[in-house]
């Protein structure tokens, strides 16, 4: 009977050390998912605008100059989740968008919502844009753009979609991105503006 207990015991340790290495590599991919295409989910927009909010176009078109920003500050939101509320937004933009929905039936099959908390792990700075999570802003040297929040995310092996805000003060504008790998790259296939508030 004791050896029963201590072979069930090995059993059950196994499989737990099993679902731990599992999830460990999902949420592993997950982040490096959008540590790589961080650039391709928020742009670079803010790069010549200083903002996530595009300027109001001049009067009578005239030429502004162009400002290059080199230090810019980005707040990322390090909470994953899925919004319902956001998905009213997306059965209608499916709905619209038939070859879409074809091409990512395999991710819209798959019921689950990648949910999790990026690490402290997260690069500090990608490209011109130095990130920081749900801290205050502090760095007044920076030039802060806006913050930044991935919702709705799904990955299924080759093809993912997600939602990202850009929020400046009151204003967000919402998009739907949608990536296909190639080649062991992600290459982002589509952009949708879905809403501002």
Known sequence: MAGNL???????LFIIALLFTSCKKNYD?????IENNFLTIVDTMAYQQG?????????????????????????LVDTIVY????????DSFFNENKDLKIAFQDVL?????????????????????????????ENKSNKYVGE????????????AFLIVSKSVGHSRIVFIEFFMREKG???L?????LFES
Do not use: T
């Not at 201590?6 to 059950?12: A, G, R, T």
């Open 189 to 193: 296939v589509k952009k949708e503006h």
């Open 185 to 187: 790259y992600w290459k």
């Open 83 to 90: 919004n319902e509320r956001l998905q009213k937004d997306i």
């Open 51 to 75: 903002s996530f909010r595009p300027l109001p176009p001049l009067p009578n078109k005239a030429i502004e100059d162009v400002v290059l920003y080199s230090n810019l500050s980005v707040k």
């Open 29 to 33: 991919m997950q982040q490096k998912f």
């Open 109 to 137: 099959n798959n019921n689950n919502y990648s949910e999790f908390i990026l690490s402290a792990s997260f690069p500090k700075k990608i490209g011109k844009y130095h990130i920081f999570l749900n801290q205050e802003y």
């Open 6 to 12: 201590n072979i069930n015991s090995v059993i059950k």
């Open 148 to 159: 930044i929040e991935i919702q709705n995310f799904k990955i299924n092996k080759d093809k």
